[in-house]
């Protein structure tokens, strides 16, 4: 270790040698490399824990760049993947900390290998569904998640133990029709409000790896509103019928509400049916509004037809979408968690 490196954190006293020397050997998985992943990936490698495994199937694109740490313009020039490009700066960043770049999609056939042997997940994702996918792995592995969210200037964190309720599903039993929920990419976001949210999950994570004491930590969710001067911390209450906590029912560990997307044959477009299967239907009218600044929206009766510069996105009532100009599924899928949201 190098001389003097971690010397102010040490002193802080909650957290001392010992707690140093277990984040040393501790190993995080950082599920998602977008706002949340990266600010918080990175504060834990500056804090000297042990190995930060990197998750992400997207590339670097220029929107990203106001909001998300470690990124440069030549990422976004090149679309490098954003495990990748962010591992590279965290080593620049640290010689100590081992970094484990995956490329990969997180999904209930990856998911236990992704974590295998982590001590910690951290939520750097963006959708329910992978959130409802981390809520099962925690709770199948035995160890703490932390949700993080932001969207507009707005951030959620909360830390779920693995072992006890309240976990994810005792808030949000059932996933919502697509379309009902806002994305950063319709309803925006601001760098701060990402960053908070990653902050106060970071401070959460180190406190874990150094205390071990999730227990003290759960059933407490912070929201915290940096543009209005606003913040709370409210508690949450288990279910004492939860399918996940209480009945460790996995479901999305088992494949339930994943997204599902087809390469069509003989032409350059893939399918994406909503990972709530297609129950409940989208407003059209208010999907329409929201996508209308990424192009020329059409808006029919049964579907609306978003022409961006680099694809056509036809969505259906019933949330199955369509993007021609695509071939890659997992862009795909992650277009559709964008815009359309789940
Ligand atoms: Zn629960």
């Known amino acids: 270790m190098s001389s003097g490196r971690y010397s102010r954190q040490v002193l802080f006293k909650p957290l001392g040698p010992e707690g140093q020397a277990r984040l040393a050997a501790s190993r995080v998985l950082v599920a998602g490399c977008g706002a949340l992943g ?4 990175e504060l834990l490698a500056r804090a000297g824990v042990g190995e930060l495994r990197l998750v992400d199937r997207d590339i670097v694109e220029w929107s990203n760049l106001h909001r998300q740490a470690g990124f440069e313009e030549a990422h976004a020039r090149e679309g490098a993947p954003k495990a990748d490009a962010l591992a590279s700066w965290l080593r620049r960043v640290s010689s100590e900390v081992r970094v484990d770049a995956r490329v990969a999609e997180l999904n209930a056939a990856t998911a236990l290998d992704l974590a295998a042997g982590c001590d910690l997940i951290l939520d750097g994702t963006d959708n329910l569904p992978a959130r409802f996918l981390l809520n099962d792995l925690s709770y199948r592995l035995g160890v703490p998640w932390i949700y993080a969210g932001s969207i507009g200037a707005e951030a959620h964190v909360q830390l ?3 072992t006890e309720g309240p976990c994810l599903r005792c808030q949000v039993p059932e996933l919502p029709p697509p379309g009902t929920l806002a994305t950063c990419d319709t309803a925006g976001v601001i760098g701060p409000a990402a960053a908070l949210a990653a902050s106060w999950q970071a401070a959460l994570a180190l406190r874990w790896l150094a205390e071990g004491d999730a227990l003290a930590l759960a059933g407490r ?26 009945r460790r029912e996995l479901g999305a560990l ?8 087809t390469v069509l044959c003989g032409r350059r477009a893939v399918q994406v049916l909503p990972a709530s299967g297609g129950r409940g239907t989208i407003d059209l009218g208010a999907a329409a509004a929201r996508l209308a600044h990424l192009g020329t929206v059409e808006r029919r ?26 071939t890659d599924p997992v862009r795909a899928r992650s277009l559709y968690t964008r815009l359309v949201g789940q």
């Not at 009766?301 to 695509?326: I, N, V």
């Open 221 to 246: 969710k912070a929201v915290l509103l940096p543009w209005a001067l606003q913040a709370r911390v409210v508690r949450v209450l288990a279910d004492p019928d939860c399918p996940v906590c209480a």
């Open 160 to 162: 779920f133990s693995g």
């Open 301 to 326: 009766e049964r579907f609306l037809r978003l022409s961006a510069p680099d694809f056509t996105l036809t969505l259906f009532a019933d949330g199955r979408a369509l993007f021609d100009g695509l």
């Open 254 to 261: 088992e494949g339930a509400g994943a997204e599902r997307s």
């Open 38 to 41: 990266t600010h918080a990936a």
